[in-house]
């Protein structure tokens, strides 16, 4: 078996320091913040074994510059960038369901999973949706609670609040939360 070689950029974001990792043919591989390093590098492992080596890389990718683009408010930049990932069939699916949550909006776990034809599996949903090595781009931050509640997300709550304000659906859904938390 041949050594894999992904490359490395560190990008500067509101929410702090993100490492990108891109393949050979310039797709996105795993983004996630700089303290989330060991998440990261644990799905790296588990998604492409041993037999790899991460480099810096020698210039800026397309995903860094949409990615950018997406923080400074074009939420769409990063729609169609190419991403390519490893996991389960099931899983594959998830984060494919997932890159089709338009930025604004959210949605429950238990309606991803309709979505998706597993309507009992929402558990699953959920456990893929946590092995997801894309943030942002594989948007997994728009996935909620059946309450609207903000669930765990591997970068932070934090993180996943800020991402819901800034595509602009979070601040109807933690109004809702609240008048919900009165009755």
Request: hydrophobic fraction near 40%; proline fraction near 3%; charged fraction near 25%.
């Given at each position: 078996?041949?050594?894999?070689t992904f490359?490395v ?10 490492r990108?990792v891109t393949d050979?043919?310039r797709r996105?591989?795993?983004a996630?913040?700089e303290?989330c ?8 492992r588990?998604y492409?074994g041993?037999?790899?080596?991460l480099?810096?890389?020698s210039r ?6 949409a990615?950018?683009?997406?923080f ?9 960038l190419?991403t390519?990932?490893n996991?389960?069939?099931f899983?594959?699916?998830v ?11 959210t949605?429950?776990?238990g ?5 998706i ?5 929402v ?8 092995a997801?090595?894309i943030?942002?781009v594989v948007?997994c931050h ?15 709550l ?5 991402l819901l ?11 809702e ?7």
């Amino acid at each position: 078996m041949t050594m894999q070689t992904f490359f490395v950029e560190h990008l500067e974001t509101p929410t702090g320091k993100m490492r990108l990792v891109t393949d050979d043919e310039r797709r996105l591989r795993a983004a996630d913040w700089e303290d989330c390093d060991s998440r990261m590098r644990e799905l790296i492992r588990r998604y492409y074994g041993a037999d790899l080596q991460l480099r810096e890389a020698s210039r800026r990718s397309e995903a860094a510059r949409a990615l950018s683009a997406y923080f400074d408010g074009h939420l769409d930049a990063i729609v169609g960038l190419p991403t390519a990932s490893n996991g389960t069939a099931f899983q594959l699916s998830v984060w494919a369901a997932l890159r089709r949550i338009p930025a604004g909006q959210t949605l429950s776990y238990g309606a991803l999973a309709a979505r998706i034809g597993r309507p009992k599996a929402v558990r699953a949903v959920g456990l893929a949706n946590g092995a997801n090595p894309i943030a942002i781009v594989v948007p997994c931050h728009r996935v909620i609670g059946a309450d609207a509640s903000l669930t765990g997300y591997g970068g932070g709550l934090h993180r996943k609040r800020w991402l819901l304000v800034h595509e602009g659906g979070g601040r109807a859904l933690f109004d809702e939360a609240r008048q919900e938390a009165r009755r």
